[in-house]
């Protein structure tokens, strides 16, 4: 007769992981780094040139022309007159050919998008006029 030998049927307890302790740590350590976080001064970073008190010497020079584009939604207007977009270019180009240092204040209504925007501001970029001026108006 053959012996069989029975294993003692072994009682396994669940094993059960506290999951208290961890979110303390975690709470502890998001506590932490919202003490210690430091936003940086993005208005401290931006370049700001103002004239020298010894440049107060009287120019001679006539200011630049003020060329006046205005951004609607149904289209462009510069200086009272209203342009599309390739006509806007073809000024912009002739005004850029005269003199690169005029003046070009660009005026944005709140209906205007903003695709038409970066549009102006694209053919300034294009035709090498540097002296933008942007405003929002209602």
């Given amino acids: 007769m053959a012996h069989k030998r029975r294993r003692k049927r072994q009682l396994v307890e669940e094993i059960e992981l506290s999951m208290t302790p961890m979110i303390d740590i975690v709470f502890q350590l998001l506590i932490y780094f919202i003490v210690t976080f430091e936003p940086q001064d993005v208005m401290a970073h931006l370049d700001v040139y ?26 462009y207007i510069i200086n009272e007159r209203r342009v599309g977009l390739t006509e806007l270019e073809r000024v912009m180009t002739r005004l850029a050919a005269i003199d690169k240092n005029q003046t070009i204040l660009i005026m944005a209504t709140a209906n205007s998008k903003h695709d038409q925007l970066i549009n102006v501001l694209d053919l300034c970029s294009k035709t090498g006029l540097k002296n933008l001026s942007v405003v929002s108006t209602n």
């Fill in 50 to 75: 103002r004239p020298s008190p010894e440049d107060r010497k009287e120019q001679t020079e006539t200011p630049p022309n003020l060329i006046r584009v205005e951004v609607y939604a149904e289209g």
